[in-house]
C-alpha cells in the first residue's frame, strides 16, 4: 500500500478513498452505493452470512462478501452485474423458500429488509418447493415474540446480544435446515441471561422478533415518530418513540444517537408506559387551604392531622392551570424575598433534567433569585468521585466521553453494578478492548457476560480495601508532576503484591451464593495507558 | 524357538472380534506357558479381513484372517509344530518372509502408516526402537528455517484434501511477529467411508507428536491442539497415553531434551459437527464456541486461535513430518509426482474387493489403486466408478480410471484429492442416489450460517430425491445445474462450496442416467423406487 499518497479504490467505475482498515461495504456505504445487505450491521462484526453483499473484484475468480472485504489501495469492485444480480435473485428466492410471503398482515411489512431486496429484485414468489423450516412461535417473556417461521437467521440477534449487551443469551442451535436460534436447551427466555433489553428486536430485519406493545397496532408507515432523551438515568440515551394517536406505542433506538448509538436498556425500551398512566400528574395543584385563600374555590377547608404526603389529589388539592399556578410561586417566592433576602430560599435541581435545564435553573437561582442556595441530587452519590477526581485529575468531572470507555485496554468498575443500573455504560465496556480485560470491585456478584475478566466481590463498604494499588498516585497526594507518567504500571505491581492478600485472606467469606459461579481470584492486569476515570454521570437515585 | 503374534485391536479389529480372539490367545499362552510373545499392534490395513492375527516365525510372518476365537488353539498348534492332522486352522491372508510379498501390501509404500499394524501402540519403546523421535532430536538441531525448507523440498502439500503447501504454511505462521503461536492437528474426520486419521491415531500415535513437535519447533508455537471427534474414543485414549508417555521421556513439556524449547498438547475432543472440520469453525469449537466457519481472509495461519497466528495441518500431514527429515526431503519428493511430494492414505471403501486403508505414492493411477491393490469389485461385477474426497468430491468413471492420484490431475476430473475416502461403486450402483446420499449429508451437517448451504443444499437435495422417485423433470436438471452453480459461488466455507461437488461429476459423467430418471422414469442400475407419477405409465 503506497504511504505517499492516499489509498483509493474504484466502486462502481467511482474512485474513492477509504479509511485505513475500512471494508467494501463501509466505504461503499459511505459514498451512497447501497449493496444489498441482511446480515451486515454498521456496529457490529461481519458475519458474511447472507451473502447479498457478494461483489466482484478485479482479478478474484468469485464473488467476495463485501462485508468481510477489507479495502485495498487499487482494488477494483462491481458492486451490480448481470451475473451478481443472477446469484442474488437466487439467494432472495432461496430466502423466500422458506419465508412466509404474509406481507399483508405482517408486523414488519413496510420495515423488512427482506421485502425490500425482493422487491428489489423482483422476487414473489419462491421458484423451489415452499417449506417451512422453523414452525416454533415462542411467547416467552412480557417483551417481545419470538416468531421463528419469519426468522431468515441472519444472526444479527446473537451477534448484538454477544458484542454489544454480553448476556450471550442467545446463539444458533440445531444443524442444517433445522437451524435455529435458541436459548441454552431451547429454554424460555425468561429463564436464560436475557437482560430484556430489545437490542435483538431492535436489529432483526423480519417480524421474527415483534415488540408486544406494537403488536396489531399497525405498520411502520402509520406511526409518528418523537426523538427525545431518555429520562431513566443520567447516560442520556437518545430514544424515539413511536406514537400513534398521540399515545406511545413502542420505544426503540436510532442509529447515530450520541450517546448510545442504536441500541438501549430493558428501562428505556420498555419503561415508558407511565407516560399515559391516569395516576400521572398532568396539572399544577394548589392545596384546598390555600385556593380558598387566594379565592380559587367558594369551599373553605383545613389541613387534617394526616400527613400531605399521603394525601389523594382530589382531596387535598383543586388543580388550577400553570399560569395560575406560576403566578401563585412567583408571588410567595417575592414575599419571601422581600421580607427576608434571598438566602432565605434555596433551589434543589435533579439529574433528571438536562444540562441545559440544570444551568438555566442555577442561573435563575442566582441572578433572579440572588442566592447562592441552588444544589443538586448528585451530590448524594456523586459528591466522593467530584472529591476524588479533583484531586487525581484536577477536576471533578469526567475526563472521557462514554462512548470512549470501548477504546481503553482495561476497565476498573468499582462501588457500581454498571450492567444493571446503567446497561448503556456496561455496553460500551463488553464492546471495547477492554471486553476481555475488565475489573470489576463491586459489591454484589452479577453476570457481566464474556467481559468480566476478573471479579473481586467486596463486602459494601469494602471496596476501598482493594484500590490501594490501582492508581498511579494516591489521590491525597494529589496529581504529582511526574508520577503519572513517569511510571503508569507501578499501580498495577503493587495491586498484584497487594491484592492476593486483601482477596484471599479475608476474616468474612466471600460473597455471593454458594455455587453462583463467581469467582473470587486475583485480578490480572494487563498493562497499558495511563488510566482515566469515568464516573457515573448525573446517575439517578439508586434505591 | 520364541514366536511373535501380533493381534490387530484397532477400531475395525474389534468390531470384528478382535479382543475375543487376543484374550483366547492370551489364554492359551499363560494356561499352557507357550513360548509366544503376544502383542497388540493397529491395523495393518487389510480390513476385509479382519480380526487380523499375525505370527512371525523363523523368519516368516504369516497373516491370518479373519481369525475366530475358537481358533486361537489350532493357530498357536500349528507354530508350536503339535497340529493334528488334517487341522485347516485359521484362513491364511498372506505367508511370507517378507510381508510386501502379500500383493495388497506389496503395491503399496507405507510411511505414515508404515508402523501401523506392525508396533504396540501403546509402547513408546517399540517406537524408540524404530527410529521414533529421532526426528525430533535432528530437528531440534536445525534452524526453524531448515526445517521449513525440507518440508518444502519435500514437497509435502496438505492431506487435509485441498493440497496448499505445507511448508508455505509454515512459513506464514513462522513470520508473524506475535510471540504466541498454536499449532492444531486436525483430527476431526468426518467424511462418510474415511478412516485414515483414526487408524494412523490408533496405530502409531506417537509419529502424529513428533510431526507436531517438528511442526512447532519450525513456527515457534507453544502449544499443541489436536481436535479429534469424540466418535474415536480409542484413538482418543491413544492419544492421552502417548502424550503421558512422551512427556515422561522428556519429548514434551519443558525443555523439550534440554533444547530450551518448550510444548504441551491439549486434546479437544470434538461434539460430532462435520463442519468443525472446516478450520475456522475448528477454531471458533475449541474456543468455546459453536462451530461455525468465520469468513477469511484473515487465514488462521494470520489471525488464528484466539487470534493469534495458528497453523492448521490434518493428521497425515504431521504424521509425514518424520519421515521427511528422517529419510531426508529427497527421498519423500521422489516418491511422489513433480508438484507433489510422498505418499497419500486412502480409505478404500465400497463395493471393493479389498477394502481397508492403504498408502500409496502420489501419482500412482486409479486404476492400479482399484485394481491391483483393491483387487477390483466384489463378487466379479463390472466397476463403475470411484468416488473421492467424500461430501465435498466427485466421482470418476471407468473411462478415466487412468488418471493418476495427484492433486492438479484429480482436480481436472471435477472430484479432489480429498483427505483420503475411495468409495467404489459397482454397475448396480445408481450416480443420482449416489448424488442424493451425500445431498442428504451435506444439508444435515450445514452449519446453518448462510443460506447457500443450509437452504440451497436442501433444496438440491429435493430435487434430486424427487429425480430417484421418477417425479423428476427435465427442468428439474435445468434447475440443479443452476444451483449447483449459485451454492458453489456463494457459500460461506468450503462445505458449502464443495457440496455441489457429487452432483456436478455425477451429471457431468453420467448424464445418461439423469436423463434415464427424469425421461424414461427409470433407474438404469436398478437400485431406485420409482414410484412418481408416471412411473407406470413408462412401465407399460
Not at chain 1, 444551568?359 to 451530590?379: E, P, S
Request: hydrophobic share 35%; net charge neutral.
Amino acid at each position: 500500500m503506497s504511504t505517499d499518497s492516499l489509498s483509493t479504490v474504484t466502486i462502481d467505475g467511482k474512485v474513492m478513498e477509504f479509511a485505513p482498515g475500512a471494508t467494501v461495504m463501509e466505504t461503499a456505504l459511505a459514498h451512497g452505493i447501497d449493496i444489498p445487505r441482511l446480515c451486515y450491521h454498521p456496529e457490529l462484526r461481519p458475519s458474511g452470512g447472507c451473502r447479498l453483499c457478494l461483489v466482484e473484484v478485479d482479478g478474484r475468480p468469485a464473488p467476495a462478501p463485501s462485508c468481510g472485504l477489507a479495502c485495498q489501495d487499487g482494488m477494483v469492485v462491481r458492486t451490480e452485474s448481470d451475473a451478481l444480480t443472477d446469484l442474488r435473485r437466487d439467494i432472495i428466492d432461496l430466502f423466500v423458500s422458506e419465508h412466509p410471503l404474509n406481507c399483508v398482515t405482517c408486523e414488519a411489512n413496510g420495515a423488512c429488509d427482506l421485502q425490500r431486496y425482493a422487491y428489489r429484485y423482483g422476487i414473489n414468489h419462491t421458484s423451489f418447493d415452499f417449506e417451512v423450516a422453523r414452525t416454533l412461535l415462542q411467547d416467552d417473556n412480557p417483551f417481545f415474540l419470538r416468531d421463528h417461521q419469519y426468522c431468515i437467521l441472519c444472526g444479527k440477534c446473537v451477534r448484538v446480544c454477544d458484542e454489544i449487551v454480553g448476556a450471550n443469551a442467545i446463539e444458533y442451535a440445531g444443524r442444517g435446515f433445522a437451524s435455529h436460534i435458541a436459548t441454552p436447551f431451547d429454554g424460555i427466555m425468561v429463564d436464560s441471561s436475557c437482560v430484556f433489553c430489545s437490542s435483538c428486536v431492535q436489529v432483526c430485519p423480519t417480524a421474527a422478533l415483534t415488540p408486544k406493545p406494537r403488536m396489531g397496532q399497525g405498520r411502520a408507515w402509520e406511526f409518528d415518530r418523537t426523538r427525545t432523551i431518555c429520562g431513566y438515568c443520567g447516560v442520556g440515551c437518545g430514544v424515539e418513540y413511536l406514537l400513534k394517536d398521540g399515545e406511545i406505542i413502542d420505544a426503540q433506538g436510532y442509529a447515530g444517537a450520541p450517546v448510545n448509538g442504536e441500541f438501549l436498556c430493558v428501562k428505556g425500551r420498555a419503561g415508558w408506559d407511565f407516560v399515559s398512566s391516569p395516576d400521572r400528574l398532568t396539572a399544577p395543584l394548589v392545596r384546598r387551604d390555600l385556593a380558598y385563600a387566594l379565592g380559587l374555590t367558594d369551599e373553605p377547608w383545613t389541613l387534617p392531622d394526616t400527613t400531605v404526603l399521603k394525601a389523594k389529589g382530589d382531596d387535598y388539592f383543586v388543580p388550577v392551570d400553570w399560569p395560575t399556578a406560576v403566578d401563585i410561586v412567583a408571588t410567595k417566592l417575592a414575599d419571601v424575598i422581600t421580607t427576608h433576602g434571598g438566602d432565605a430560599v434555596a433551589g434543589l435541581a435533579s439529574a433528571r433534567c438536562t444540562n441545559e435545564e440544570n444551568y438555566l435553573f442555577q442561573k435563575f437561582m442566582r441572578a433572579g433569585m440572588g442566592t447562592n442556595n441552588v444544589d443538586h441530587c448528585a451530590r448524594l452519590c456523586h459528591a466522593s468521585t467530584v472529591t476524588g477526581l479533583g484531586m487525581a485529575f484536577g477536576s471533578g468531572a469526567m475526563t472521557n466521553s462514554i462512548n470512549e470507555v470501548r477504546d481503553a485496554d482495561c476497565v476498573l468498575i468499582t462501588g457500581s453494578n454498571t450492567a444493571e443500573s446503567h446497561p448503556v455504560i456496561s455496553y460500551e465496556v463488553v464492546r471495547g478492548q477492554a471486553g476481555r480485560n475488565a475489573h470489576r470491585h463491586r459489591p454484589a456478584a452479577y453476570a457481566h457476560g464474556r467481559a468480566r475478566h476478573a471479579l473481586a466481590p467486596a463486602h459494601t463498604g469494602d471496596g476501598h480495601l482493594h484500590l490501594p494499588g490501582h492508581g498511579p498516585r494516591h489521590p491525597a497526594r494529589g496529581l504529582g508532576g511526574h508520577g503519572l507518567r513517569a511510571d503508569p504500571h507501578r499501580g498495577l505491581r503493587r495491586l498484584r503484591r497487594r491484592a492476593g492478600g486483601i482477596h484471599s485472606r479475608r476474616r468474612r467469606p466471600p460473597l455471593g451464593r454458594p455455587g453462583s459461579g463467581h469467582r473470587t481470584r486475583r485480578p490480572r492486569l494487563r498493562p497499558g495507558p495511563p488510566r482515566r476515570h469515568l464516573g457515573r454521570r448525573h446517575p439517578n437515585l439508586q434505591s | 524357538m520364541n514366536i511373535t503374534v501380533r493381534v490387530g485391536l484397532s477400531t475395525c479389529g474389534r468390531a470384528a472380534g478382535a479382543q475375543a480372539v487376543f484374550n483366547a490367545l492370551a489364554t492359551q499362552v499363560r494356561e499352557h506357558a507357550l513360548p509366544v510373545t503376544l502383542q497388540p499392534t493397529g491395523c495393518v490395513g487389510a480390513c476385509h479381513r479382519e480380526p487380523l492375527v499375525e505370527v512371525v516365525d523363523n523368519g516368516v510372518t504369516t497373516l491370518y484372517g479373519p481369525v475366530a476365537s475358537g481358533d486361537a488353539a489350532a493357530l498357536l498348534l500349528r507354530h508350536l509344530g503339535a497340529a493334528p492332522a488334517g487341522d485347516a486352522g485359521p484362513p491364511v491372508v498372506s505367508r511370507h518372509a517378507d510381508r510386501h510379498d502379500y500383493p495388497f501390501l506389496g503395491r503399496q509404500v507405507k510411511v505414515t502408516t508404515g508402523l501401523c499394524g506392525v508396533i504396540d501402540p501403546h509402547s513408546l519403546d517399540d517406537y524408540l526402537a524404530h527410529d521414533g523421535y529421532a526426528a525430533l532430536r535432528q530437528a531440534l538441531t536445525m534452524k526453524p528455517e531448515a526445517i521449513i525448507q525440507a518440508v518444502k523440498d519435500a514437497h509435502l502439500r496438505g492431506r487435509g484434501g485441498a493440497g496448499f503447501p505445507t511448508g508455505q504454511k509454515w512459513e506464514i505462521s513462522r513470520r508473524q511477529a506475535d510471540p504466541r503461536k498454536f499449532i492444531i492437528c486436525n483430527a476431526d474426520e468426518g467424511d462418510p467411508g474415511a478412516f485414515m486419521d483414526r487408524t494412523m491415531i490408533e496405530g502409531d500415535p506417537h509419529r502424529v507428536l513428533e510431526g507436531m513437535l517438528i511442526a512447532a519447533r519450525a513456527i515457534g508455537a507453544q502449544t499443541g491442539y489436536i481436535y479429534i471427534r469424540a466418535e474415536y474414543p480409542l484413538a482418543v485414549a491413544a492419544l492421552h497415553e502417548a502424550i503421558a508417555q512422551a512427556r515422561d521421556a522428556g519429548f514434551v513439556g519443558k525443555n523439550i531434551l534440554g533444547s530450551g524449547m518448550d510444548f504441551d498438547f491439549v486434546v479437544k475432543e470434538g461434539a460430532g459437527a462435520f463442519v468443525c472440520g472446516e478450520e475456522t469453525a475448528l477454531m471458533r469449537s475449541i474456543e468455546g464456541h459453536r462451530g461455525m466457519p468465520t469468513m477469511r481472509p484473515p487465514y488462521p495461519s494470520v489471525h488464528g486461535l484466539w487470534g493469534h497466528p495458528t497453523n492448521i495441518n490434518n493428521v497425515e500431514t504431521y504424521a509425514s513430518i518424520p519421515a521427511i527429515l528422517g529419510n531426508g526431503p529427497d527421498w519423500f519428493a521422489g516418491m511422489g509426482t513433480a508438484r507433489s511430494g510422498g505418499t497419500k492414505a486412502f480409505a478404500l471403501a465400497g463395493a471393493i474387493q479389498n477394502s481397508g486403508l492403504v498408502e500409496i505414492p502420489i501419482g500412482m493411477t486409479l486404476r492400479e489403486m482399484v485394481f491391483d491393490i483393491g483387487g477390483g469389485c466384489r463378487d466379479g461385477r463390472a466397476f463403475k466408478a470411484v468416488q473421492l474426497g467424500g461430501p465435498s468430491g466427485g466421482c470418476i468413471p471407468a473411462d478415466l480410471l487412468d488418471t493418476r492420484i495427484d492433486y492438479e490431475d484429480l482436480r481436472a476430473t471435477g472430484a479432489i484429492m480429498g483427505s483420503g475416502g475411495m468409495i467404489v461403486a459397482d454397475e448396480r450402483t445408481c450416480m443420482v442416489d449416489i448424488a442424493r446420499y451425500f445431498l442428504t449429508f451435506t444439508q444435515d451437517e450445514s452449519c446453518g450460517k448462510c443460506i447457500p448451504c443450509r437452504v440451497g443444499t436442501r433444496k438440491m437435495l429435493n430435487i434430486l430425491t424427487a429425480i430417484t422417485q421418477g417425479r423428476g423433470t427435465a427442468e428439474d436438471l435445468a434447475r440443479l445445474t443452476r444451483l449447483c452453480h449459485t451454492v458453489h459461488t456463494t457459500s460461506l466455507c468450503g462445505l458449502g462450496q464443495t457440496a455441489p461437488n457429487p452432483v456436478l461429476t455425477t451429471m457431468r459423467y453420467f448424464e445418461d442416467e439423469y436423463h434415464a430418471h427424469v425421461d424414461a422414469h427409470s433407474c438404469p442400475a436398478g437400485s431406485c423406487q420409482m414410484h412418481g407419477v408416471h412411473a407406470e405409465g413408462s412401465h407399460a
